[in-house]
């Protein structure tokens, strides 16, 4: 089950157990309510805007801090200028708790994380690539001169290569 939810311009798709960083929150609060757009779940796709208001999404709110910094350089060629600017965008990070609607929940502890066994990974076996006799074909263009006229034919001129196999 998973659901579209609305935080401030953007629009995250998240599931029981996700982490989401978002823009900076404002709210003191551990865990807050998100508005819910849509809704997928085993009996189908919810739009319905009556529907929804009994859906809710929980969400806890793990740190807020900064991103990276992403610098910003102007220059002007040829004339010695150049300056250099740092952001750092402020962000909210949050756990997704449970998503409820009505009969249905999804929560963090009924959500599984699985990885694959070593045993059930596949082994790929890496072909040797076997080099071939090639036949190539290559076009020459043969010009000739008939009393004033120009008249250009086409030959063909088979190459053979010959490219060893190493073992």
Do not use: C, W
Not at 28 to 39: F, H
Request: proline fraction near 1%; avoid cysteine.
């Amino acid at each position: 089950m998973f659901a579209i939810v609305r935080l401030g311009n953007q629009q995250f798709k998240v599931q029981a157990g996700d982490f989401v960083r978002v823009a900076l929150l404002k709210s003191s609060k551990e865990t807050i309510q998100l508005p819910v757009l849509a809704l997928e779940d085993k009996s189908g796709f919810l739009l319905d805007a009556s529907e929804l208001k009994t859906v809710k999404v929980t969400a806890k709110v793990l740190r807020k801090g900064l991103s990276k910094k992403v610098l910003v350089l102007k220059k002007k060629r040829r004339k010695g200028y150049r300056k250099t600017r740092g952001h750092r965008q402020n962000f909210t990070e949050l756990q997704i708790l449970e998503i409820a609607s009505g009969s249905n929940k999804s929560s963090v502890s009924s959500a599984k994380i699985v990885s694959p066994k070593k045993s059930e990974v596949q082994k790929v076996d890496v072909k040797e690539k076997k080099k071939t006799k090639t036949m190539k074909t290559a076009t020459k263009k043969v010009v000739t001169k008939k009393s004033g006229t120009k008249a250009t034919s086409k030959k063909t001129v088979a190459k053979k290569t010959k490219t060893s196999t190493k073992k």
